[in-house]
């Protein structure tokens, strides 16, 4: 007969203990949706339709070098779990998250890559694409990486072998 967990003398339970919280703020989130309205009111002023046209094809090709930067970066990744991403459209995490709970060291590795391989391919677009695709691309690039950029240097102190746990609201960081 099994005994219960809470009367056997050796039982290994792996838990993990909440280290850090970082709540995400109503007015953080309204203040960073209103920089991409304020992004598409100049792209409108600037450059009329064409703005506007630049500022929705520039999400798309974000999101498309986002998606093959983290494909790369996963090449090195062993467990599959860590691979798993899922694509959101709620404030602040816009575009890829991780599905499940992440190693921090990943996390910070995912977005450090995918900012500044990111900027290189930009950068290697910039002979073919009109002004405003070009504006409209990185600021979208800086916009959708900033809330995971700050979330990683707000973390930065915290050991690297930690779990972090982003929800709606509110990003955790657990250690064991």
């Known amino acids: ?5 809470s009367e ?4 290994t339970i792996y838990q993990y203990q909440l280290v850090k919280r970082k709540v ?7 203040s960073h949706v209103l920089i991409a309205a304020i992004l598409l009111a ?3 002023l600037m450059y009329q339709m064409d703005g506007l046209f630049s500022w929705l094809f520039g999400f798309a090709v974000v999101q498309i070098i986002h998606i093959a930067i ?13 691979r798993k991403w899922i694509w959101r459209i709620t404030p602040p995490w ?7 709970d992440i190693k921090l060291l990943l996390f910070r590795r995912v977005h450090r890559h995918m900012f500044w391989i990111g900027l290189c ?17 990185v600021s979208w690039h800086l916009w959708l990486l ?10 930065r102190k915290e050991q690297k072998d930690g779990v972090l746990r982003l929800e709606a609201r509110e990003a955790s960081y657990y250690r064991r």
């Open 146 to 155: 900033t809330p995971r950029l700050l979330l990683s240097f707000s973390f």
């Open 94 to 100: 816009i575009g890829f998250k991780p599905a499940n």
């Open 24 to 30: 995400i703020r109503p007015e953080l989130i309204q």
């Open 42 to 44: 100049f792209q409108m």
């Open 1 to 5: 007969m099994r005994q219960k967990l």
């Open 121 to 137: 391919a930009i950068a290697l677009l910039y002979p073919w694409v009109k002004e405003s695709l070009l504006i409209s691309i």
């Open 8 to 11: 056997q003398k050796n039982a």
């Open 70 to 82: 983290m494909l790369l970066t996963f090449i090195s990744v062993d467990e599959a779990a860590d």
